[in-house]
């Protein structure tokens, strides 16, 4: 009988990730000419691969994703299909860790499923897989380093500086794809900083934690970026000078000049303003790629994120939500009474536990009742 239910479950399975892999894949090609911000994308990659060019007015972000691309594009020609492929191939790679870190969360396949779905059915999490942009692959490296660090904290299969190192490496190619893979870096270092803080079995080093977290992935930074200088009217000093145009535009212009897309950050999760990629009228058929998310993924997220903050500061600066038993002895009728307090400890000043006794359990198992002690013989003077 389980031998058929395991049958089942990998023919479901075989068939729910085809059906993800055709939704995804399905007419990659379309449409035949760039759109949205592959029309500065394809035009880099185009002169990186014809001119030997690295035109920093048509990208500000670093090269990792860009040099995949233009290598794809010099192995498989210049087509549209190919302009998305590595995007595709990543998007697709981002259902795997979901599926990796969700079961490594909550040790349970079902969960591990359920979240698979819930994010492959997203509309963010498709446009971005068929679409020239880097987005997809800052996700993948980024998840990838968060598998590895989860990895070294909650599953000793792997060793702990294979799991370190691996963190420190996807970390840097996630950086070397977008910048603001830098707020894992820094998600990482505060998590490991607790960690030596608290003194916790797991904890590194201070110079593991510098070292894998912080200058690992910016010597990988700078090591994607060795080719420029071979290209051609290109130099070492170039190199500073992406940094810069890269460094202006995230933190200057982006912060100040707006355009018909934009939209406040905080809007994002709440879906208020979703972007069409893509519209084309023709003939009475409307064609377009629409950009809006899962309300049951983006619409839970604030929610998430609440209760995260609330359970974290209830564990650090508030009771912990175990009950504690105190006994006060002789004070209702010469017998013991028990009083339930939310709380971890119970602490009285000095003098007070004369006629106390205090003992502090968890309510789920309750102390057992004691037999009773014998009653002391009367003396014979009390006869």
């Not at 399975?13 to 939704?23: D, E, M, Y």
């Not at 990988?220 to 000093?237: A, D, E, G, K, R």
């Not at 940094?243 to 933190?251: A, I, K, R, S, W």
């Amino acid at each position: 009988m389980n031998r058929d239910f395991r049958k089942i479950g990998y023919i479901l399975g075989i068939l729910g990730v085809s059906l993800i892999v055709f939704l995804y894949g399905f007419r990659l090609s379309y449409p035949l000419e760039p759109y949205y911000d592959e029309v500065y994308y394809v035009n880099f990659i185009r002169q990186l691969t014809n001119l030997q060019a690295y035109n920093t007015s048509l990208t500000i972000h670093p090269p990792l994703s860009h040099f995949v691309d233009a290598v794809f594009l010099l192995l498989l020609g210049d087509h549209s299909w190919v302009w998305r492929l590595s995007a595709l191939l990543c998007g697709l790679a981002v259902l795997v860790l979901i599926y990796l870190v969700t079961k490594l969360f909550f040790r349970n396949t079902v969960v591990a499923i359920f979240a698979v779905v819930l994010f492959a059915l997203n509309g963010l999490s498709i446009t971005q897989a068929r679409i020239e942009m880097p987005n997809a692959m800052m996700l993948m490296f980024s998840l990838l380093s968060f598998y590895f660090f989860l990895c070294y904290r909650l599953d000793r299969v792997m060793s702990k500086e294979i799991c370190i190192l691996a963190t420190g490496i996807c970390l840097g190619l996630a950086f070397a794809t977008k910048l603001p893979a830098l707020s894992w870096m820094v998600m990482f270092c505060l998590i490991s900083f607790n960690d030596l803080r608290k003194r916790s079995d797991h904890a590194l080093r201070l110079e593991e934690i510098f070292g894998f977290f912080v200058l690992l992935p910016f010597l990988i930074y700078f090591l994607c970026h060795l080719f420029i200088p071979f290209l051609q009217n290109h130099t070492w000093s170039d190199i500073w000078k992406i940094q810069q145009v890269n460094l202006n535009y995230h933190f200057h212009i982006a912060n100040t000049q707006t355009h018909g897309y934009s939209s406040p950050w905080w809007s994002w999760p709440l879906m208020l303003r979703p972007i069409w990629y893509f519209f084309k009228s023709s003939h009475g058929v409307v064609n377009g790629i629409f950009c809006v998310g899962n309300p049951m993924v983006l619409w839970a997220f604030p929610l998430g994120l609440i209760f995260a903050v609330w359970r974290f500061l209830r564990k650090e600066f508030f009771p912990s939500g175990k009950l504690c038993r105190v006994k006060l002895n002789g004070l209702v009728n010469g017998k013991a009474v028990e009083l339930p307090f939310a709380c971890r400890s119970v602490q009285l000043p000095k003098g007070f536990t004369k006629n106390m006794d205090t003992a502090a359990d968890d309510c789920s198992a309750p102390e057992p009742n004691p037999s009773p002690s014998p009653l002391p013989s009367p003396s014979p003077s009390s006869r």
